[in-house]
């Protein structure tokens, strides 16, 4: 096998040693299972002949992007090849009139939209990961970001793709027209199917006009239902804010904690009042933004909210951004899931998890996008106490039985993989599923392609 490889690809992109298996067998989770071998291929014709000695084989082939995702979907759980696509990452066109941009699955998703953005164009959606993550893993889980609210996640922009199928083929789906119903829509099939069905080699993403200007402010709450019940009474005035952001008490102390111990300095400080926050942005015309920031002062003051502003959002920011590393400093592991519920279910879903966590004694923090209603629940434990780890995972099913029970899902843009797996019967009834494995068989019979990911 090892030599037909490297007669596809080249000898030197032929890598099984310790070091590089290592690095492209794990993700987010800090699970590693390796595989047998790492290879990085330079084109869809390099992409397709490996897929077919996969398939003939018998061998499993797992594709992989920035390997930041959280639900082990990139994770090579029965072994075999890991068809890593950096090598693949040229942004091939730019269209200012068709509006749309053609790249490869490699591209880095902050990379594309400073490349965009430079020509007064914008591709909109931002997980939280876009420094790391690239644009064929953004697709293969529908991510989304707190720019999803106001533009939507990367189903919305995506037009068209190239794919190699898991017995080889390759083949173009949709195209660069906004307008298509010609057929089944195997694009929208290959979003969100983490590799499952397919590996991306190029893409067609649909673009808009950059706004022409953006302003945040930063609302502090008592606790995190006022927060909650503030970004509702937003939406009910009718104004829809580019991002709108949700942190809970228990957040806001990790980060004051974490600027304290890595003697940070910031020019926004959080008051220890401050049980609860929201981060708000509006982008549009710069009479737009100001008349929008206007109105969404007034809601949050009348909401019982202290504004905060800087004349460099980024300032305001930063808060976010030290997120993950404070509260990852709280206990020794972090479980984080991403569920969603209606947005008239946010408080609820808040008010929850406190109960949920008096219940079990382990801390429970939780952050998100309250405008789409998708809060990012991080469960603390320290995973080497097994009394610990055991009581976990019963609240870990009950963090997504709560979600499904108000209206919502078990996941918003990290995907199922095979962290979730398990859980998928609380989300879809089952003939829904059989029907999704029915379609999986008939498009990878040897099921070769991720196997043991999104289904139980």
Known sequence: MLDELRSIVGPEHVRTDIDTIRENSTDATKICRPADVIVFPANAAEVAAIVRLSNRLGIPVVSRGGGVGYAGGAIPLKGGIVISLRRMNRILEIDPIDLVAVLEPGVITDDLQKAVESKGLFYPPDPASLKQSSIGGNVAHNAGGPRAFKYGVTRQYLLGLEVVLPTGEIVQTGGRVVKNSTGYDLTDLMCGAEGTLGII?????????????????????????????????????????????????????????????????????????????????????????????????????????????????????????????????????????????????????????????????????????????????????????????????????????????????ISGEHGIGFMKSEFLPLALAPDTIAAMKRIKLAMDPNNIMNPGKIFP
Request: some cysteine; glycine content about 6%; proline content about 5%.
């Open 201 to 409: 080699t190029r893409l067609t993403l649909r673009l808009i006009p950059k706004p022409e200007a953006a302003a945040t402010i930063m609302a502090l709450f008592g606790t995190a239902r006022e927060a909650a019940a503030a970004a509702t009474r937003l939406i009910a005035a009718r104004i829809i804010p580019s991002k709108l952001e949700l942190m809970d008490g228990q957040s806001l102390a990790a980060i004051r904690q974490y600027i304290k111990d890595e003697d940070i300095q910031t020019a926004c400080t959080l008051p220890e009042s401050a049980g609860a926050l929201l981060l708000i942005e509006v982008d549009g015309s710069e009479p737009t933004v100001q008349s929008s920031l206007a109105e969404v002062r007034a809601v949050v003051i009348a909401s019982g909210a202290e504004v905060r502003e800087a004349e460099n959002a980024d300032d305001l920011w930063a808060i976010r951004r030290y997120m993950s590393p404070a509260v990852g400093r709280l206990r020794p592991n972090k479980i984080n899931e991403d569920i969603v519920v209606p947005r008239s279910r946010v408080a609820d879903y808040l008010d929850a998890m406190e109960a949920l966590q008096r219940e079990s004694g382990l801390p429970i923090v939780c952050f998100g996008h309250v405008g789409d209603g998708n809060l990012h629940v991080n469960l603390l434990i320290d995973a080497a106490d097994p009394v610990e780890l055991q009581k976990s995972e019963g609240v870990k099913r009950r963090i997504f039985e709560l979600a499904v029970e108000m209206g919502g899902t």
